[in-house]
């Protein structure tokens, strides 16, 4: 009887942590008058779909490895999260036909992030610092990068 009880508590436990990975790894979407955007968290991973158009496209690449989130907080056109393994505060929003992205942290570290590339529908990024930089998405330059 013992061993039963042994093996069903195993079996329970382990039947928990599979779901526990299927919620980290869940989607969040948000939209405006212009988009939706999806959001996988725990990869980072972002596609965009505009309204006139029947099929998203990749944004950023999902990390292949999910990471552990705090602290999420979703709204209609905003995502807020926390990673608390790198001391990271991640903040998505959409503002009219923009998606804005923060990364804030009390630590200097490196963040590859938004792999991109792989997405042949996407034109180009606009990265904002200083004067801003528009980068073409096939740039062979930039994709070394």
């Not at 990364?103 to 590859?112: I, M, N, S, V």
Request: glycine fraction near 4%.
């Amino acid at each position: 009887m013992k061993l039963l009880a042994k093996s069903l508590l195993i079996i329970i436990a382990i039947a928990c942590a599979h779901l526990t990975a299927k919620a980290e790894e869940k989607s969040y979407t948000l939209r405006n008058n212009r988009w939706s955007v999806r959001i996988i968290p725990t990869q980072l991973g972002v596609w965009g779909k505009p309204f006139n158009i029947n099929q998203e496209f990749m944004l950023a690449q999902p990390a292949s490895a999910p990471e552990k989130i705090e602290d999420l907080k979703a709204g209609k056109d905003r995502l807020s999260w926390r990673i608390p393994l790198k001391s990271l505060t991640v903040e998505m929003f959409l503002a009219g036909p923009e998606l804005s992205v923060r990364f804030t942290t009390q630590r200097e570290q490196a963040l590859d992030w938004p792999m991109s590339g792989t997405e042949r529908r996407v034109r180009a990024i606009t990265f904002p610092q200083n004067e801003g930089l528009y980068i073409p998405a096939q740039d062979a330059f930039w994709l070394r990068q």
